[in-house]
């Protein structure tokens, strides 16, 4: 996007780098990398026989059910106050 | 967990099976698998020389990122309205 800063960041999941273009913060980034690299190793705890394509779809797909149910909580928290207003 | 009732869904991921257990829906569920089907897909798009393996680590830390900005504007929201009681 011109005009706005681009920022390159290397970070290291299930000892694979990975290097991240965007607009976040670094500490952010380094956070997100942090979480999913947390998730996948907690993943391959409990399923030592998948492989790594595996460990990162189910990471991707218990994510995505944090997310939506993240997103469920913060739209009704929404519908709560537009009704009390 | 006794008592809870269990779910066994069968969901498609970049054309492969995977079997989900929890106590959510069937329909979230399959909300779930379809939403990361779909950036799997967008990724593999905007990058067509990574294999499946990476596109779904890119999937998993997107899907965090998205995550965590949810987060924080609920944890704001919430913020918000301890102030405003």
Do not use: C, F, W
């Amino acid at each position: 996007m011109p005009g706005k800063r681009q920022t390159k960041i290397s970070i290291e999941i299930n000892k694979r780098k990975y290097t991240i273009v965007g607009d976040e913060s670094e500490s952010h980034v380094r956070l997100v990398g942090e979480m999913v690299d947390k998730k996948m190793e907690e993943i391959h705890q409990k399923n030592r026989h998948l492989d790594t394509s595996n460990i990162a779809v189910l990471t991707a797909i218990n994510t995505m059910n944090d997310y939506l149910k993240m997103k469920e909580e913060y739209d009704e928290l929404i519908k709560l106050i537009e009704e009390d207003s």
